[in-house]
T-cell receptor
Framework: EAQVTQNPRYLITVTGKKLTVTCSQN?????MSWYRQDPGLGLRQIYY???????DKGDVPEGYKVSRKEKRNFPLILESPSPNQTSLYFC???????????????FGEGSRLTVL | AQSVAQPEDQVNVAEGNPLTVKCTYS??????LFWYVQYPNRGLQFLLK??????LVKGSYGFEAEFNKSQTSFHLKKPSALVSDSALYFC???????????FGTGTLLAVQP
């Protein structure tokens, strides 16, 4: 079954304690992206990756890191989480066509993070 | 800068009635437009997209959307709403020289029995 898998689904942590949210896709997609969803703000892109070892900042990258060492995995790292990073996070992937991302995005189920 | 606007936070409709969820966009060049649906505690699911061609696009679950270039709109429609259509709907736009997809703030669709 084609899917994007995120872990953990729920996490409560404290300020400053490093954490990683994993994301894995089994569709051989080139493009992967992280979003955060906040009430009234919709989805905002944090980082994206066009392929292995190619990553770039989205609209709200501050406080986050990513890596793309393998095509299927795209972990999101919060080195020193703060309460304003409390949010619902989504990983997504897509095929990549002709230099323009026109493929539909496949989303994971989301990871709800609370930073105290 | 690219932007997507969904002017209604919530749309209420009675089951069996037609529904419209509005979306307008601002994208340089030719836009790529999408609708996604999010059910409670789930990730977003793709409904339909417009890349080029016929302005009326048909998608999943009986939904369709009409691309209107002059009004820069891409409204989501369905002829007869179901209670099970109740969910959060997101419009998204990409295109131009960017590889980014910009999402609207979402519209909550509530279908009353």
């Amino acid at each position: 079954e084609a899917q994007v898998t995120q872990n953990p689904r729920y996490l409560i942590t404290v300020t400053g304690k490093k954490l990683t949210v994993t994301c894995s896709q089994n569709m051989n997609h080139e493009y992967m992206s992280w979003y955060r969803q906040d009430p009234g703000l919709g989805l905002r892109q944090i980082y994206y990756s066009m392929n292995v070892e190619v990553t770039d900042k989205g609209d709200v990258p501050e406080g986050y890191k990513v890596s793309r060492k393998e095509k299927r995995n795209f972990p999101l790292i919060l080195e020193s989480p703060s309460p304003n990073q409390t949010s619902l996070y989504f990983c997504a992937s897509s095929s990549y066509t002709s230099g323009i991302n026109t493929g539909e995005l496949f989303f994971g189920e989301g990871s709800r993070l609370t930073v105290l | 800068a690219q932007s997507v606007a969904q002017p209604e936070d919530q749309v209420n409709v009675a089951e069996g009635n037609p529904l419209t969820v509005k979306c307008t966009y601002s994208v340089s060049g030719n836009p790529y437009l999408f609708w996604y649906v999010q059910y409670p505690n789930r990730g977003l699911q793709f409904l339909l997209k417009y890349i080029t061609g016929d302005n009326l696009v048909k998608g999943s679950y009986g939904f369709e959307a009409e691309f209107n270039k002059s009004q820069t709109s891409f409204h989501l429609k369905k002829p007869s709403a179901l209670v099970s259509d109740s969910a959060l709907y997101f419009c998204a736009a990409g295109g131009g020289a960017t590889n980014k997809l910009i999402f609207g703030t979402g519209t909550l669709l509530a279908v009353q029995p």
